[in-house]
T-cell receptor, first 114, second 110 residues
Framework: ETGVTQSPTHLIKTRGQQVTLRCSSQ?????VSWYQQALGQGPQFIFQ???????GRGNFPPRFSGLQFPNYSSELNVNALELDDSALYLC?????????????FGPGTRLLVL | GQNIDQPTEMTATEGAIVQINCTYQ??????LFWYQQHAGEAPTFLSY????GLEEKGRFSSFLSRSKGYSYLLLKELQMKDSASYLC???????????FGAGTILRVKS
């Protein structure tokens, strides 16, 4: 148990719809990172939030957006869903951005786009 | 560019020792992590190396050579529950993202 929680656990959407995924960080962690993991692949970095500001972004289009709240919980929003967005979405929290801090992952949200 | 290579699959026998290799070519380096991921579950942290050498943690050890862009994870006294995917990840120079390999699926047989 990492203390990182995500909701929902599973979700089915249709192409073109919008989705919001949620993450609660481990207590004392002010940084959250989001990753997309396709089947049989390693996680791919989407973006990171540190103290409510975006702090780095991977190669994902602008329809992937996020928020971090004062209590350090976070949301990932994806607009105009495409079939290729079907994946496991993982959030990871850490005590701070960068440095030698370990990122601890939540259980993930499995998204299926039909 | 960023490139992390690990073997796709490995099989080993219960009680044995197995070494999972990882080579990396990244534009920056700020530490290397190993995670274990059971099917359908989240990655769980195993080890972290930032300096050259061996880090030991119970049945698991991890080695790093920065000059060679190489790491390995050593698992001793294998148990059936060690059957999982093992992910090698490099933290980039800015320190705000992990770049993962595709993972090595380890199958432990009795």
């Amino acid at each position: 148990e990492t203390g990182v929680t995500q909701s929902p656990t599973h979700l089915i959407k249709t192409r073109g719809q919008q989705v919001t995924l949620r993450c609660s960080s481990q207590s004392g962690h002010n940084t959250v990172s989001w990753y997309q993991q396709a089947l049989g692949q390693g996680p791919q970095f989407i973006f990171q939030y540190y103290r409510e500001e975006e702090n780095g972004r991977g190669n994902f289009p602008p329809r992937f957006s996020g928020l971090q709240f004062p209590n350090y919980s976070s949301e990932l929003n994806v607009n105009a869903l495409e079939l290729d967005d079907s994946a496991l979405y993982l959030c990871a929290s850490s005590r701070t951005s960068g440095g030698q801090e370990t990122q601890y992952f939540g259980p993930g949200t499995r998204l299926l786009v039909l | 560019g960023q490139n992390i290579d690990q073997p796709t699959e490995m099989t080993a026998t219960e009680g044995a020792i197995v070494q999972i290799n990882c080579t990396y070519q990244t534009s920056g380096f700020n530490g290397l992590f190993w995670y274990q991921q059971h099917a359908g579950e989240a990655p769980t942290f195993l080890s972290y190396n930032v300096l050259d050498g061996l880090e030991e943690k119970g049945r698991f050890s991890s080695f790093l050579s920065r000059s060679k862009g190489y790491s390995y994870l050593l698992l001793k006294e294998l148990q059936m529950k060690d059957s999982a995917s093992y992910l090698c990840a490099v933290r980039d120079k800015d320190g705000n993202k992990l770049v993962f390999g595709a993972g090595t699926i380890l199958r432990v047989k009795s």
